[in-house]
Each structure stands twice: as structure tokens, then as C-alpha cells.
């Protein structure tokens, strides 16, 4: 039987060519003298699969596409969209909670606002709330926590689908040292797990991931079975927190006596491995960083939360001479704020901070632009396994990318005047930009459209433009 060939023409007329100035990684900043592609008059070819087809200067792109349509956005920035490492989704509603560490945080305000999981209906509202919040902020994909309640999970995973949105998620593995309204059994949550990673892993663009919610609420039993999980589904996630606060620290060495420290709880459980995810690490040791490291094991620097709840300086200097995947978290709730460029603007601090504690300050060096971008894209992409998917417009890759207006504000605007470089406006923007500078956020070429006065803040426009 044979089947007719595609005209040439439908062929280019189901792609679309995005304009304006083009920006991207290749590489780390940190080992790479040419970390990133920039066009000041660029373009974005996008094929009808949601996937990038070519960057390049827009005479270019659009002379050896010229039947494609072109959708215009000159004087904005085209970049991949942003990467969140680390972010709760059912404490969207307590972000701002007032004057704990740690610990005494979590009994106060966290705890009890996850009682609520239980109920989907409820938790689908707050899932829908945070996803808006993502899109607002420009940041197309994130490794989240649930709860303990698997229907938080499945709330979450079908909010993403709606949208087409790529998401990595975990019920949360909880067996101890908790309310008893929120403990699972390490039975249950071997059973939770396995039937959430059957139901989602890689249904459409969901990943899994195995969520221990740190060393102190799980069980040494509990700790074998998340273990057992990843041996059974070696492509699935671990997402768990490590050496966030110096208490949490003693107390884990307290729960775990014959441990060599926080990190040696988890490796003694097989956790530690591609694909794991350590939100924060501030207070990390060196033989630590150096095991993270030849695990292939990622941190997610969350500069707001640990400034939020003064729980240290994460050392970024010191994972980049281990070799260790770094990517930027938000942290939400104990972080402050939805958005990556807020998240930069912070992390650019907590490294500034760094020479206040040094022997000698000439030996810290600062987070450049370049590096804090790189952190919420393609660094991002790397720690999480997935630069071969986003992160970058690498031809193949998904197109989830923004569109940033970089005078989205009258002081962003007059403090632009000075800029004289792309680097001089990542700098700016990042400390002077909010959610006001996402002008769109796309989702495999498809594009979500902020809209205002109405619940939720989003409506969902699923055209080409």
C-alpha cells in the first residue's frame, strides 16, 4: 500500500520560527571559555512535534525556512525555560511562614499543612495553584514532593498532563518522627511507590522519583525498601534532603550511631547514584562532596530557603572543584519565592557571604550571571539527567522556552540604558527581575498564556503561537 508523501509545503508550514535575541548554554561556565550561544537577532525554529529544529541569526533561520511562520518577539530574550531542582508543592499555600529553623518549622507549619493531602479534590486545587505559579515564573519543569498520600501524587501528575508539562515527582517515604496522621509503614510505602512509578514513570512526560523525605522520618527498614525500589526501577529519581541544618545533622547522627555521617546513611542504603537528588548540602564535608561526585549524585542549591530558615551558606566554590551536578532550587515554601530570577538574585548573596567567613576573601570567587543561568537551565538539566531532552535549544530537544522582556519594569527599563552587554542585562535582570519579566512560557512549542483578574491566572492556549 502505498502512502502519499508529505508536501513540501505543509511540511514547513507546521513549523514556526521564533525571533528576538537567542540565548543558550553548551556548557558550564565554570570549565568552558565559550559556555553559551547568544544572537542578538536570533532565531528559534520550532517543528510541529514541539521540538527544536535550529537556533541561529534570524536572516538565516528564516531565508532556509522561509515558508515557516514567524512569530516576532524582537527586543525580548528566547531562552530554554527555567529548571526548579527542588520545590514543595503542597507548602505553596505556607510560603512566607514566619521565624523557625528547621526543625521547629517542620512540627509548626509543614506537618500540618500536608494533613490536607488526603483529600485529592483538595490537593488537585493547590497543584493547579502551584503549576500556575511555575509557568508565571517561566519555569517549565520541576523535581517536586508530595506528600505521604499517593493522591497527592496523582493530583499533581494529572494537573502536569493537562498542560503537557514535564514534572518528577514522589509520594513522600515517612515512617517515623512525625505526627501519626502522616506516617506510612515501610510496607506501604514500598507498595505506594511501586504502583505510582507503574502508573506515571514516563506516562507521556512524568518521571518518578523515590522521595524518602530525609534520614530522620524513615526507618532503617523504610530506608532498605526505598532502596529496593531503585534496584527494581534503576531509571527512577531519589529525592531527598541532606545536611540542610547542623541540628538535623546531630540528630541523624543520633538515629544512625555507626554512620560515617549524613551522606554515609543514605549510601549504606544504595541511594546515592545517578539520578539522586540532594536538596541543599550546606554543610556538606569534603569526603562528602568527593562521594557525591563519584556517585554521579546531584545537590539542588536553594539559596532563599537556606537564608529563609538560616540554615548556612551552601559552597558551590567547593562542589565545582569536586565535580559534582549542581542545580537551583527554589525550595518552596521554606523558599521565598516562585521565581528562578529571584532565586539567582539570592544565590549571587549567599556566595558573597562566603568572604565574610574566608581566611583570605581573594580565594572566594562570585556567581557570574553566566553561572547563575547555566544553574537554572542547563546545569539543572545535567544534575537531573535530562540534557538530552531540555535545558538547552539543542536540536532535538523539547521546546519548553520563554520569552523574558528584560524592560519589563520602568526601573528594568531605565537600568537597562547601562547595560552594554548580555551578560550586563543577565546581571541585571536577575537581580532586578520577578514574574513581571515572563512575558510567555512555552511547553513543547505550545504557549500558555498569562491572563489576569481570574482564578488560577492562566488559560491555556494550545496554538503554535
Known amino acids: 500500500m502505498l502512502t502519499a508523501a508529505v508536501p513540501a509545503f505543509a511540511q514547513y508550514q507546521q513549523q514556526t520560527i521564533y525571533r528576538g535575541s537567542v540565548l543558550h548554554f553548551v556548557a558550564d561556565p565554570a570549565t ?40 516576532d518577539y524582537s527586543g525580548r530574550l528566547i531562552m530554554p525555560g527555567f529548571i526548579d531542582s527542588h520545590v514543595h508543592y503542597p507548602q505553596t499555600e505556607m510560603i512566607g511562614s514566619f521565624g523557625q529553623q528547621l526543625l521547629e518549622w517542620l512540627n509548626t507549619y509543614t506537618f500540618p499543612t500536608e494533613k490536607q493531602f488526603s483529600d485529592k479534590t483538595y490537593a488537585k486545587g493547590v497543584a493547579k495553584t502551584f503549576l500556575n505559579e511555575l509557568m508565571r515564573n517561566g519555569t517549565t519543569t520541576a523535581l517536586v514532593f508530595g506528600t505521604v498520600h499517593p493522591q497527592s501524587v496523582d493530583a499533581l501528575f494529572e494537573e502536569a498532563q ?86 538535623e545533622i546531630a540528630w541523624v547522627q543520633e538515629l544512625f550511631p555507626s554512620s560515617n555521617g549524613y551522606l554515609d546513611v543514605y549510601n549504606s542504603f544504595g541511594l546515592s547514584r545517578k539520578r539522586s537528588v540532594y536538596a541543599h548540602g550546606v554543610h556538606l564535608r569534603d569526603d562528602e562532596f568527593a562521594s557525591l561526585a563519584q556517585t554521579q549524585s546531584a545537590v539542588a542549591f536553594c539559596p532563599t530557603s537556606n537564608l529563609f530558615l538560616g540554615s548556612g551558606l551552601f559552597d558551590l566554590q567547593k562542589a565545582e572543584d569536586y565535580g559534582v551536578h549542581v542545580g537551583l532550587g527554589t525550595d518552596v515554601g521554606a523558599g521565598t519565592s516562585f521565581s528562578a530570577l529571584q532565586t539567582m538574585n539570592e544565590a549571587y548573596k549567599v556566595i558573597q557571604l562566603h568572604k565574610a567567613y574566608a581566611e583570605d576573601p581573594s580565594t572566594r570567587e562570585p556567581l557570574t550571571a553566566l553561572k547563575a543561568y547555566y544553574l537554572a537551565t542547563l546545569g539543572a538539566a545535567k544534575a537531573l539527567d535530562l540534557d538530552n531532552k531540555i535545558g538547552s535549544f539543542k536540536v532535538g530537544n523539547e521546546a519548553d522556552f520563554i520569552v523574558v522582556n528584560p524592560n519589563a519594569t520602568d526601573l528594568l527599563k531605565f537600568r537597562m540604558q547601562r547595560a552594554t552587554s548580555i551578560v550586563d542585562k543577565l546581571f541585571v535582570l536577575q537581580t532586578l527581575g520577578d514574574d513581571r519579566a515572563i512575558e510567555k512560557t512555552y511547553l513543547m512549542g505550545k504557549r500558555q498564556t498569562v491572563t489576569t483578574g481570574t482564578t488560577g491566572g492562566y488559560n491555556y492556549d494550545y496554538g503554535y503561537n
Request: charge should be positive.
Open 162 to 247: 493537562t498542560r503537557n508539562m514535564r514534572i518528577i515527582a514522589g509520594k513522600v517515604m515517612m515512617d517515623r518522627n512525625a505526627p501519626s496522621w502522616l506516617l506510612d509503614t515501610p510496607a506501604t510505602s514500598y507498595a505506594d511507590s511501586k504502583a505510582l512509578i507503574q502508573r506515571w514513570h514516563k506516562n507521556g512526560r512524568a518521571l518518578y522519583a523515590v522521595t524518602p523525605r530525609f534520614a530522620p522520618t524513615s526507618t532503617a527498614a523504610q530506608l532498605t525498601e526505598a532502596g529496593r525500589l531503585l534496584q527494581e526501577y534503576p531509571d527512577v529519581y531519589m529525592h531527598t534532603h541532606l545536611s540542610e541544618n547542623k541540628g
Open 32 to 71: 568552558s571559555q565559550n559556555p553559551y550561544e547568544y544572537y542578538e537577532d536570533g532565531a528559534l525554529l520550532v517543528g510541529s512535534d514541539g521540538k527544536v529544529k535550529a537556533i541561529g541569526p534570524a536572516s538565516t533561520i528564516i531565508s532556509s525556512n522561509y515558508q515557516a511562520q514567524v512569530i
